[in-house]
């Protein structure tokens, strides 16, 4: 559903990976010969197939740090929105194996950064940016979202777990995306081997039931890719085809 930015709202959930269970999925990312990103991804991009109709080629937007390619380069302990990110396509299938998808998205991801894309948007005014979205894709376009999949993965967060008696044992962090932005946004960010995962719509572009199916999907999809062998949609015991699109 289309609606004017005044009437969206920014929706959270969030998913909690225990260190072992990370451990795996990098091991298995490994020895798939590609990265957690890839596999972040890889979720993603299927979770949203599993609400839709048709197999279909979709976008993927995924945010890369440019501390180190400014001038002077701007350090770790520099506090500031430091990032751009390089957009791909992909097709999500039925049939598409997870791991396949995984290596596919590291590839082009990799291409677009070697073509330095992610430099040449930042040339570009965020001013106009933002007009787009809200006169043009808004009311018009795609229900007013740019990409369909946003994978942003800050990686080992150097933050200290344990504070004198007390202990961190979960953190939250919210992307509003209500002006312009993807279907999904996947935040990802590690601390102490714990992985913390915040997924981002806006209602109502999104249902919630259809956003609550596309996180439990990404869910199983990472569970599943914890395990050996390659997978696919139609390979997953969990997953029901919808008839109705997103």
């Not at 091991?27 to 197939?49: I, P």
Request: charged share 20%; glycine share 8%; hydrophobic share 45%.
């Amino acid at each position: 559903a289309t609606a004017p930015s005044a009437e969206r709202h920014s929706r959270v959930e969030y998913l909690v990976v225990p260190a072992e269970a990370v451990r795996r999925l990098l091991d298995r990312s490994r020895e798939e010969s590609t990265t957690v990103n890839g596999a972040m991804c890889a979720a993603g991009l299927l979770a949203l197939r599993s609400v839709i109709d048709t197999d279909r080629e979709l976008s993927l937007q995924t945010q890369v740090s440019v501390r180190g390619e400014l001038v002077p380069p701007v350090s770790n302990e520099t506090v500031g929105s430091f990032i751009s990110g390089v957009t791909t396509t992909h097709l999500a299938a039925q049939t598409t194996q997870f791991w396949d998808l995984a290596r596919e998205a590291r590839h082009r991801v990799s291409a677009a950064l070697d073509r330095g894309d992610h430099l040449t948007i930042l040339k570009g005014s965020f001013g106009a940016l933002h007009a787009f979205g809200l006169r043009f894709l808004g009311p018009r376009f795609n229900a007013g979202r740019i990409v369909a999949i946003n994978v942003s993965n800050s990686g080992n967060l150097p933050v200290p777990l344990v504070y004198g008696p007390r202990r961190i044992r979960e953190l939250y962090a919210l992307a509003s995306q209500h002006v312009i932005g993807s279907m999904m946004q996947v935040a990802v960010w590690t601390v102490g081997g714990t992985m913390f995962i915040a997924l981002t719509y806006v209602e109502p572009l999104l249902s919630r039931a259809h956003a609550l199916a596309m996180i439990s999907g990404f869910e199983r999809l990472l569970a599943r890719a914890r395990e050996p062998g390659d997978f696919s949609l139609l390979t997953m015991p969990q997953y029901e085809q919808r008839t109705d699109a997103a």
